[in-house]
């Protein structure tokens, strides 16, 4: 199956400064989803990519699709203690439908 | 619409003791999984179904059970808890689309003794 690694596995950063996790793939990918998991929740959908080269914005996060498809990378720009969690991508299998996750980026904010 | 929910939040079990962890979704999905998260893991599919009747293994399968008799319930079933079984359990759903999104449930925390 797809396989995915996403580094790093920890950032910490002031707040107000960027932070980036980036997820690679030895394959080409289909799509790429991106997750958000606050520390004692659940995975929340953050957005989908599918297009070679596609960038796509929500606020102050900027998500990218690699132009050969087997890598990706969200970008925070000036983070906020409201972005502490974990971020997680996710890969579709188009065959089995299955989802698969890389091992996350957890996100702490040094207020 | 209550989403996706999971019962119960937290369970302590016996090593050897079986048990059954509760999903249930009202969003009429037919695409419903069940993760397990483990530190440094991620989350790691155990069992997913497409619909109901129909299951099927994903990852990490072994010691664990599944059915879907109706659209809305996912039960995962532990027949005999081990303590590699201690982690956090999540059920998901999703609309038929491959391209749809996953809603997860809030997760059961359970510990293995």
């Known amino acids: 199956g797809q396989q995915v690694m996403q580094i790093p596995q920890y950032q910490h950063v002031q707040e107000g400064e960027d932070f980036t996790t980036y997820c690679n793939s030895s394959?080409?990918?289909?799509?790429i989803q991106w997750y958000k998991q606050r520390p004692g929740g659940h995975p929340v959908f953050l957005i989908q990519?599918?297009?070679?080269?596609e960038v796509k914005k929500q606020k102050r996060l900027t998500f990218q699709f690699g132009e050969a498809k087997k890598n990706s990378s969200l970008h925070i720009t000036a983070t906020q203690t409201t972005d502490v969690g974990t971020y997680f991508c996710?890969?579709?299998?188009?065959?089995?439908?299955?989802?698969?996750f890389g091992t996350g980026t957890r996100l702490t904010i040094i207020p | 619409n209550a989403g996706v929910t999971q019962t119960p939040k937290f369970q302590v079990l016996k090593t050897g003791q079986s048990m059954t962890l509760q999903c249930a979704q009202d969003?009429?999905?037919?695409?419903m999984s069940w993760y397990r998260q483990d530190p440094g893991m991620g989350l790691r599919l155990i069992h997913y179904?497409?619909?109901?009747?129909?299951?099927d293994q994903g990852e990490v399968p072994n010691g664990y059970n599944v059915s879907r008799s109706t659209t809305e319930d996912f039960p995962l079933r532990l027949l005999s808890a081990a303590p590699s079984q201690t982690s956090v359990y999540f059920c998901?759903?999703?609309?038929?689309?491959?391209?749809?999104?996953?809603?997860f449930g809030p997760g059961t925390r359970l510990l293995v003794l």
């Open positions: 998901a759903s999703r609309g038929p689309g491959v391209w749809e999104t996953q809603y």
């Open positions: 394959t080409t990918l289909s799509n």
């Open positions: 990519l599918v297009k070679s080269g």
């Open positions: 996710a890969v579709v299998n188009f065959g089995n439908e299955k989802l698969t």
């Open positions: 969003m009429n999905h037919e695409y």
């Open positions: 179904s497409v619909g109901a009747g129909i299951t």
